[in-house]
């Protein structure tokens, strides 16, 4: 616990100092402030747990007064003297307890910081029940048993046209009651029914010409404090016009989705295209469109069937229906996609809040027939900047839900002209990348692998290239995304492994031997249940050793389906493949989680490498990594190294093995052959000499 103590007198800091050192605490941590003006300085610039202060009379007319107002969430405790008077009343705003400074003890610190703490939160929550509802959408107001207004909300007030105290003010006697007595009438039988101890509900009409009428669901709850005797009636109410008219037109049109429910497609767009034009006619009303994708929801239909796809689907659809404000609308696209339309908002703010929130209530458990399941969304936002069709704004928000999908699990992207370019460039990629696997334009790459403490050629890194007829050689950052996303992975990275293992034959002929050839496998491609399979057909094709090729795994891969993942690499073990986890360093990095798994070497990312010799923290990452890898029976290789420095330092820190531009590049693998040969005779040359 951090305490800042403010003590005028030397002594009787020096005094405390003493006893807490004899009282050996090494949970306490205390500062110390001479005069309040230190204190004030040193609480701008330090977060402090707890302020002990000695008081004395000339405080309350001091500006500290003024800086402790300020910390309304920092307990408080005075040290004061015996007979002398606490002038609390300028401390009313605050929580402090006052300890007799002559009987003080640290024992007593503890117990009074608790107590304090606990003060300071039931504070905070009433303030926060406070802020809640003065602020909810619905009206709320708390009748005391004779039907006077004891609390309202802002909402209530606007309800019921109270522009006044509501001192002496009953229920139905209200500003909007006194205008309609049908109004009037059905308030009265309903506070009359809260009486006798029933939750009462009305569905309430009110004209209000010349516009529409509008629907009002109100409700009264009863509240006992003991005996069955009603002490308090808490009345709710939501504007369910909009609701009712949507209602009526899903009667009259039959437009729903048979699972869920909720309305579809077309029924969405035809809300989507009202709320568009109401938009445009009026001042500081804007519509804004979410797009929501389940993440990984293929793997739930493919593992647990389609049943428990279905549920989830129709669970999931509950909780966004709870998760909506007034007015919003969900529909269900198809598969795992849903839509919302918010109509009526302010600013855009109020959609990423709302793509906030859903994503927190999916990531509560999933549980059914004893599975625990975990969901999350990918959800991307349009908003109607009055210019926009319907067709636009679907659009734009499906492009910025792709966006959210590619930043990970569990997020929210909105949409921007950029995203409109970068999607009809992914659309030509894929066009490019159909044509590629047609026409064979794709093209492997190898790095060399080096033995660090021999220096010898092991091995070499199997890497993507895409040839295009027109572009020239594009590298893998520009074109992995689109064939992940779209499943041509599945294909070229079979033609990878077939391709890789025949060139490793092929330079066995030519007598390059290499131990082995490192193959990345993507995260899609992992979860094929044809991958051991296609692998194993490859190696067979080519009459090539399962030793001689390592296959490469991300760390994020390792952690999606742990069971399954061990399952698959347990098989890959038993072969005879090595396992490396790539890029390790960026992900999880845990290796004693990688205790679970049966893997053979981790391979540190270039990021790390880069900075081992000009920044600490890299190299006792990388240290820490060699260290604790070899302890777990792991081999490691460092990757990027371009430095005779980065090499030394390796070695020197006993890293296995090595790949980078310092001993060559990616190469063609004729290219490499002739490389290969030539660093083999000029390592024999060394070692001859």
């Not at 492997?444 to 027109?470: D, K, M, S, W």
């Not at 994020?556 to 069971?563: F, G």
């Not at 030394?648 to 002739?674: K, M, N, R, S, W």
């Amino acid at each position: 616990m951090y305490i800042l103590l403010v003590e005028e007198s030397a002594q009787d800091y020096l005094k405390l100092r003493q006893s807490l050192d004899a009282e050996s605490s090494d949970i306490l941590t205390l500062d110390w402030a001479p005069n309040y003006d230190k204190a004030s300085q040193m609480l701008q610039k330090n977060n402090y747990d707890l302020l002990l202060i000695a008081y004395y009379d000339t405080l309350s007319t001091l500006p500290f007064t003024a800086t402790l107002k300020n910390l309304k969430s920092t307990p408080l405790i005075f040290l004061t003297l015996s007979g002398q008077v606490f002038k609390n009343n300028y401390f009313n705003d605050l929580h402090f307890e006052l300890l007799d400074k002559e009987k003080f003890s640290w024992k007593q610190i503890l117990p009074s910081y608790e107590r304090l703490k606990s003060l300071l939160s039931c504070h905070a929550e009433t303030q926060q029940f406070r802020l809640i509802f003065d602020h909810a959408f619905t009206f709320m107001a708390l009748l005391d048993r004779d039907g006077y207004l004891k609390e309202v909300n802002q909402a209530a007030r606007q309800f019921l046209d109270i522009r006044s105290d509501i001192k002496e003010l009953i229920l139905w006697e209200t500003p909007l009651a006194l205008r309609r007595p049908q109004t009037q009438a059905q308030l009265r039988s309903m506070f009359e029914t809260a009486q006798k101890n029933r939750f009462v509900r009305y569905e309430i009409n009110i004209d209000n010409p010349p516009e529409e009428s509008v629907t009002i669901d109100v409700t009264m709850t009863p509240i006992c404090l003991s005996d069955e005797r009603v002490n308090w009636i808490l009345i709710e109410g939501r504007d369910l016009t909009e609701h009712k008219l949507i209602e009526q037109q899903l009667l009259h049109a039959n437009l729903n989705d048979p699972l869920t429910g909720l309305p579809n497609r077309q029924l969405f767009i035809e809300y989507l295209e009202k709320a568009i034009q109401r938009a445009h006619s009026r001042s500081n009303y804007h519509v804004a469109v979410l797009f929501l994708d389940l993440d990984r929801f293929r793997v739930i239909n493919e593992s647990l069937g389609h049943d428990m796809g279905d549920w989830v689907l129709m669970e999931t659809a509950h909780r966004l229906q709870n998760c909506l404000p007034e007015n919003a609308l969900l529909a269900r696209s198809g598969g795992d996609e849903f839509m919302i339309l918010l109509e009526g908002i302010e600013s855009l703010e109020t959609a990423s809040r709302l793509a906030n929130f859903i994503n927190q209530e999916l990531s509560r458990t999933f549980v059914l027939d004893g599975y625990e399941l975990i969901a999350s969304a990918s959800i991307g936002i349009a908003y109607d900047s009055k210019t926009g069709e319907s067709a636009d704004l679907l659009r734009d928000a499906d492009t910025a839900m792709f966006h959210a999908k590619r930043m990970g699990k569990s997020c929210y992207a909105i949409f921007n002209k950029t995203m409109h370019t970068e999607a009809m460039s992914r659309l030509q990629i894929e066009t490019d990348i159909h044509r590629a696997l047609e026409q064979q334009d794709f093209v492997l790459f190898y790095q060399p692998q080096i033995e660090l403490q021999t220096e010898q050629l092991v091995g070499v890194e199997a890497l993507i290239r895409f040839r295009h007829p027109q572009n020239g050689l594009i590298l893998p950052f520009e074109f992995l995304n689109v064939l992940e996303d779209t499943g041509l992975i599945v294909k070229l990275g079979e033609w990878i492994v077939q391709t890789a293992c025949q060139q490793l034959k092929h330079w066995q002929h030519a007598d390059l031997y290499l131990n082995s050839v490192a193959i990345n496998l993507s995260p899609h491609q992992f979860r094929n249940s044809n991958l051991i399979r296609s692998i194993v057909d490859a190696v067979k094709m080519a009459n090539v050793s399962p030793e001689n090729l390592a296959l490469e795994i991300t760390e994020s891969l390792l952690l999606e389906d742990v069971q399954s993942t061990v399952k698959t690499l347990g098989i890959f073990k038993d072969i005879g493949f090595k396992v490396t986890i790539d890029d390790f360093g960026t992900g999880y990095s845990c290796l004693n989680y990688l205790k679970r798994f049966p893997v053979d070497a981790i391979k540190i990312d270039h990021s790390f490498i880069k900075g081992i010799v000009t920044t600490a923290e890299d190299a006792a990452i990388t240290v820490a990594t060699i260290d604790m890898a070899h302890a777990l029976g792991l081999t490691v290789i460092a990757e990027g190294v371009e430095k005779d420095e980065q090499r030394d330092f390796l070695i020197d820190h006993g890293c296995d093995f090595v790949q980078g531009y310092f001993y060559a590049p990616p190469l063609e693998a004729e290219t490499l052959l002739e490389w290969g040969k030539q660093y083999i005779r000029m390592m024999q040359g060394k070692t001859r000499l």
